[in-house]
Every structure is written in C-alpha cells, then in structure tokens.
C-alpha cells in the first residue's frame, strides 16, 4: 500500500513564497496523474494545479503565473511552488495521486490515494 505525505506548508507574509512537496512511499509502484488541492473549513476543495504522468501541467485560472507543478520520477515526489501568496490562499493543501501497481514489471492495477494535507497560512 503505497502512502502520500505532503509537506513544506507553514506560515508565509503575503507576497512569499512556499514549496510544497508530496512524496509517494511504498513498492513496486509509479504514479500516473496528480494533483494539488485546496480547501478552505466550509467549502468544497478546489484543483489548484495538475500534472500527468507524460510531464503536461495545468493550472486554475487564480494561480497561472504564480504556481508551478513540478514532478520528480527518481524520487516519486511531486511539489507545488507557490509564489507572490496571497491571504485568501490560506488553506489546507492536499495531493491526490493515480498510483498504479506493478508484478513482474508491468502495471496490474491502480488505486487513487490523498495525502494527509499540509496546512498554508498567508498573512497580510
């Protein structure tokens, strides 16, 4: 059973910058597609920024420019940097993950994971 962690949240002044990280752990795995969450108590999580498994990226209209997702095969980490931060982008930041299985070297099946949430405080 392959487990996400996020990491790299934290308290940030309006206009700095964060660096998400979501590791993926486990064996004989790759991942496919991810994404970046948010959600704010109270509302519905929103896609803040996608990447598939062949490196295209895509962004919510509020953070082009500012965001970027990036990926790390070797290390099956995924990370988020945010920059020029914003206080309504406080909120807890989760990634979600196809993680396909692999016997005897091919994928054999796939299972959609979330992490556990890294908290984003931006104060003004």
């Known amino acids: 059973q392959v487990q996400l962690v996020e990491s790299g949240g934290g308290l940030v002044q309006a206009g700095g910058s964060l660096r998400l990280s979501c590791a993926a752990s486990?064996?004989?795995?790759?991942?496919?597609?991810v994404g970046w969450y948010r959600q704010v108590p109270g509302k519905q999580r929103e896609l803040v920024a996608a990447t598939s498994s062949g490196g295209s990226t895509n962004y919510a209209d509020s953070v082009k420019g500012r965001f970027t997702i990036s990926r790390d095969n070797a290390k099956n980490t995924v990370y988020l940097q945010m920059n020029s931060l914003k206080p309504e982008e406080k909120a807890g930041y989760y990634c979600?993950?196809?993680?396909?299985?692999?016997?005897?070297?091919?994928?054999?099946?796939?299972?959609?994971?979330w992490g556990q949430g890294t908290q984003v405080t931006v104060s003004s």
């Open positions: 979600n993950a196809e993680i396909l299985y692999h016997r005897g070297g091919y994928p054999h099946s796939s299972q959609t994971l």
């Open positions: 486990g064996s004989s795995f790759s991942i496919n597609g």
